[in-house]
């Protein structure tokens, strides 16, 4: 018999996550600020919990995931009594620093947590590819779990300091959303003389495709040695082609908002004497001070 496993928060992501659980057959007691949206779970054979006390009680394991971590400690405060020698496994959206509050607030009160960042969209729960990362000071409790967890995608542990799930969540959402970017640019050009996106779809993405290949591990490499020089596409010579595309974006009637703090970065590393370095220099101006 699998392990009772409660779910607080029904959203579209909760709801995914409650449903994978009872169909790997795990007696699992559902929560939600609005009693409506327990429905169509307790007819898949969940048992819907009257109170956030209630649910939490019914089982070793609680699985919170709200739309904000500020939502989570408002839902958990009261409840810390309830929670002392459980797990709570919060699998909501937020910061390192969120996280390793919630951790110290949970460890005061005698409770395991585990934060999550899950790296899937609701209907990815349960399907191949999809993987959730996990980080906590109590590794233990972890695996004790871990097999409850695995029903709901692949797991990655990536340590012991809270923080770090939300921190590796966030740095691979931060390379999704720059990507996103670049291709909605590209779509609002190319579309500014009437070419229609699914003629220039597969040229952008064999393109985006061949360009991750080689800028990841290039600039990670760069990265890791501290060596930026580049003898194939340096900083001065970007920095003098870019001003190109802010007046093209211009011309063809499209904004340059997105763009124009590349032209900053471009400008600063020239200034600060890296022209002769590649864009892997960028990943050291980012930084503060
Ligand atoms: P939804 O907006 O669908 O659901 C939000 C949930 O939070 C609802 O159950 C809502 O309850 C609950 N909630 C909000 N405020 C409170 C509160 N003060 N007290 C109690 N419950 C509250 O969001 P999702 O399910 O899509 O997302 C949930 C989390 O999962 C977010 O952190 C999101 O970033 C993350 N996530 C979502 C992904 C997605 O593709 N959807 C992908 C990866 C992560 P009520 O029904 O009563 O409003």
Request: aromatic share 6%; proline share 6%; hydrophobic share 45%.
């Amino acid at each position: 018999t699998q392990s009772p496993v409660t779910v607080l928060g029904l959203g579209l992501m909760g709801t995914a996550l409650a449903s994978a659980l009872l169909k790997a057959g795990h007696p699992t007691t559902v929560w939600n600020r609005t009693a409506a949206k327990t429905g169509p779970l307790t007819a898949q054979g969940a048992t819907p919990a009257d109170t956030a006390r209630d649910a939490v009680t019914a089982s070793p394991l609680t699985i919170v995931c709200l739309t904000t971590n500020e939502n989570v400690r408002a839902l958990l405060t009261p409840e810390a009594e309830a929670l002392a020698g459980r797990t709570v496994v919060n699998l909501t959206n937020g910061t390192p620093a969120q996280a390793r509050e919630l951790a110290d607030w949970a460890a005061a009160h005698g409770i395991s947590y585990i934060d999550g960042g899950i790296m899937a969209v609701p209907q990815m729960i349960a399907t191949p590819g999809a993987y959730i990362l996990y980080s906590g000071t109590d590794e233990a409790a972890f695996a004790t779990h871990r097999p409850t967890l695995e029903a709901l995608a692949d797991t990655k542990w990536v340590g012991k300091d809270p923080g770090l799930a939300a921190l590796y969540d966030l740095s691979l959402l931060t390379g999704m959303y720059g990507m996103a970017l670049g291709v909605a640019q590209a779509f609002a050009l190319i579309g500014s003389e009437g070419i229609p996106a699914r003629e220039f779809a597969p040229l952008l993405r064999d393109w985006v495709v061949a360009m991750t290949d080689g800028i990841v591990p290039g600039t990670a490499e760069a990265v890791d040695n501290d060596q930026h020089l580049t003898d194939v596409s340096n900083l001065a010579m970007n920095r003098e082609a870019f001003p190109n595309f802010l007046q093209a974006y211009a011309d063809q009637g499209l904004r340059t908002e997105m763009f124009e703090p590349f032209q900053g970065l471009l400008d600063r590393a020239v200034d600060e004497g890296h022209g002769a370095d590649g864009l892997s220099r960028l990943v050291t101006l980012l930084k503060q001070n």
